[in-house]
């Protein structure tokens, strides 16, 4: 008997990783791999301070794949590198767990763990593809990036080329870590509108930042979303647990977070332009708390400022503006910038003297490609930074205002 041909199909394009295919079942997984090496020197004018970092920024492997009717996706994707932000040692890990069901290709209803809606365009676009090396200050103070719970999803026509994409979703509200620690609050219910009014991106790119594609014709996307967080643990709904608060039996009694924003992205002949705007704020039972907890498990009943600006003293509260052009030349040389603006809440972590208290970031960037793909380039940045008069070096002295950051990455993806 002669022997059957092979009907799978490897395909690999550099930056999108390799897809195995069966044409006959119509099943498919695809292994995606990324490495961000980076560097940075940082000098606090008006001092002798500087700092010097080498890391590794991400280090990701990625599963993805699709039944054979080709209605069921699902993803995880992994973070080996060590996480950053929030004390939390173990967010980074597991990034993505989920599962979807697309009846048809205008509507997903999907489960599991994955990208917040609620968050800043910039959060929503692949870290690969980044105009810049570091996302904004923005999004650093705001986002919560992973929520774990049910996500829906559709896009209708809007005009003879626009399309209205609508999303909602209910999740724990406890960022990343809702799979592995307890769940304090209620939920967390987020809702997002865009707008496309000249139709959809080309090869994913209301998603992708430098506009590699060189969009043919203009391409905008316009978006306002929203979330409303029961009974937050954390200083944003990151994390699960961090910081909590009792009534006078001992029963949690904890604030509500919520957040609203609008953001736009536009592509066109290699030149990408992206606006975001924020504003969080809080909701604090005044007449409930009368207890917080300390770090190691004991209580106390002190509330230094009160317990209103004591419970929002340790939340991110205020709004931002985060501003950022660039433009990708033919050779494949990028030239781009930034200036992203915060203004925190009279009450609010941001004014945190050693970790935040600095309000104003330009940044200029360089990076250079080295294909028509996002598989491998080299950046290069310089951040300036305004600090307010009470903000501290990591040394907790003081200085003259102005921060100095100059950073360097180098990014491989399969």
Request: glycine residues 10%; proline residues 3%; hydrophobic residues 35%.
């Amino acid at each position: 008997m002669a022997q059957q041909p092979v009907q799978g199909l490897d395909v690999y394009d550099r930056g999108e990783g390799l897809m195995f295919k069966d044409r006959a079942e119509g099943y498919g997984l695809q292994f995606r791999a990324m490495a961000q090496m980076s560097s940075e020197v940082r000098h606090f004018a008006g001092t002798d301070e500087t700092h010097w970092r080498f890391r590794a920024r991400r280090m990701r492997l990625r599963f993805s794949g699709q039944s054979t009717s080709q209605r069921f996706t699902y993803r995880l994707q992994y973070e080996l590198a060590r996480p950053e932000g929030d004390g939390d040692a173990i967010s980074g890990m597991l990034m993505d767990a989920w599962l979807a069901y697309s009846p048809n290709n205008r509507f997903r209803l999907t489960f599991g763990q994955r990208a917040s809606l609620s968050d800043n365009l910039e959060m929503r676009t692949g870290s690969q593809s980044l105009q810049l090396i570091e996302r904004s200050r923005l999004t650093s103070a705001f986002s919560t990036i992973r929520e774990f719970g049910i996500f829906a999803e559709g896009r209708i026509r809007a005009g003879s080329r626009g399309w209205m994409k609508l999303a909602g979703s209910v999740v724990t509200g406890d960022g990343s870590t809702a799979w592995v620690a307890e769940n304090h609050g209620g939920f967390k219910y987020e809702g997002r509108v865009e707008w496309l009014p000249f139709g959809l991106f080309r090869s994913f790119g209301q998603y992708r930042q430098a506009d590699l594609v060189r969009e043919v014709q203009p391409r905008l996307v316009v978006s306002g979303y929203g979330s409303y967080n029961e009974g937050v643990s954390s200083r944003r709904g990151r994390t699960s647990g961090d910081i909590i608060y009792l009534d006078e039996q001992f029963n949690e009694a904890l604030p509500d977070y919520w957040k609203v924003g609008a953001d736009a992205l536009f592509k066109y002949r290699g030149w990408t332009v992206i606006a975001e705007w924020v504003l969080a704020d809080a909701v604090v039972p005044v007449d409930q708390i009368k207890q917080r907890v300390r770090n190691d498990g004991t209580v106390s009943t002190t509330f230094e400022g009160g317990v209103d600006a004591y419970v929002r003293g340790r939340m991110m509260l205020g709004s931002a503006i985060n501003v950022q052009a660039g433009y990708i030349f033919p050779s494949l040389w990028s030239v781009d910038g930034r200036i992203t603006q915060l203004s925190p809440a009279a009450d609010s972590f941001l004014l945190n003297p050693t970790f935040y208290g600095r309000n104003a970031y330009q940044e200029l960037g360089v990076s250079r490609y080295f294909g028509r793909d996002y598989g491998s380039k080299v950046q290069l940045g310089v951040v300036r930074t305004s600090a307010e008069p009470f903000a501290l070096t990591t040394r907790g002295d003081t200085f003259d205002g102005t921060e100095w950051t100059v950073r360097m990455m180098t990014t491989f993806a399969l």
